[in-house]
């Protein structure tokens, strides 16, 4: 029988490359998905599945650029744990790479319907990271 493994507070920050205090904000801000165990002393232990939802909500945040309460509302909803298998490209770099393609292109001829359209489009997909 294999014994689970859990990680220390502290691993799990070296891991992730943040703070322990962000870690201990993050379970007070999303308490239905980071559930740490509680050892000795009260020091905080995760699990391999608590570790991976830490993985998605840095990601979220961090490169994705959404809110604490966008993602809030991404655990509320039930689409949280469809989150974690994304690409890793940040779709905020996207968003921009696109613009960028626009604006070159632009340059060259004259914008025509579906270019506007495009634009528009991405716009759009702006102002829901900024939200």
Same mark, same amino acid.
């Given at each position: 029988?294999d014994? +689970?493994?859990? $990680?220390?507070?502290?691993?799990?920050?070296?891991?992730l490359?943040?703070? $322990? &205090?962000t870690l201990r904000?993050?379970?007070?801000?999303?308490?239905?998905?980071v559930?740490p165990?509680?050892?000795? /002393?009260?020091? *905080?232990?995760y699990?391999?599945?608590?570790?991976?939802?830490? =993985?998605?909500?840095?990601?979220?945040?961090? !490169?994705r650029?959404?809110?604490?309460? /966008?993602? =809030?509302?991404?655990? &509320? #909803?039930? %689409?949280? #744990?469809?989150? /974690? !298998?994304?690409?890793?490209?940040? *779709?905020? $770099?996207?968003?921009? !790479? %696109?613009?960028?393609?626009? =604006?070159?292109?632009s340059a *060259? #001829?004259?914008?025509?319907?579906? =270019?506007?359209?495009? $634009?528009?489009?991405l716009l !759009?997909?702006?102002?829901?990271?900024? +939200?």
């Open positions: 029988m014994k +689970e493994y859990f $990680a220390s507070i502290n691993e799990v920050s070296r891991e490359g943040l703070p $322990a &205090h904000y993050w379970e007070k801000q999303f308490p239905t998905v559930r165990i509680a050892g000795a /002393g009260g020091r *905080r232990y699990r391999p599945e608590t570790i991976a939802r830490l =993985k998605t909500i840095q990601d979220l945040l961090y !490169n650029g959404m809110t604490i309460m /966008g993602v =809030k509302k991404l655990i &509320h #909803s039930g %689409d949280f #744990s469809a989150m /974690g !298998n994304m690409a890793s490209e940040p *779709r905020r $770099a996207t968003v921009r !790479n %696109d613009m960028d393609d626009i =604006k070159s292109e *060259r #001829s004259t914008f025509d319907g579906t =270019k506007i359209d495009l $634009a528009i489009d !759009n997909q702006a102002r829901e990271l900024l +939200e």
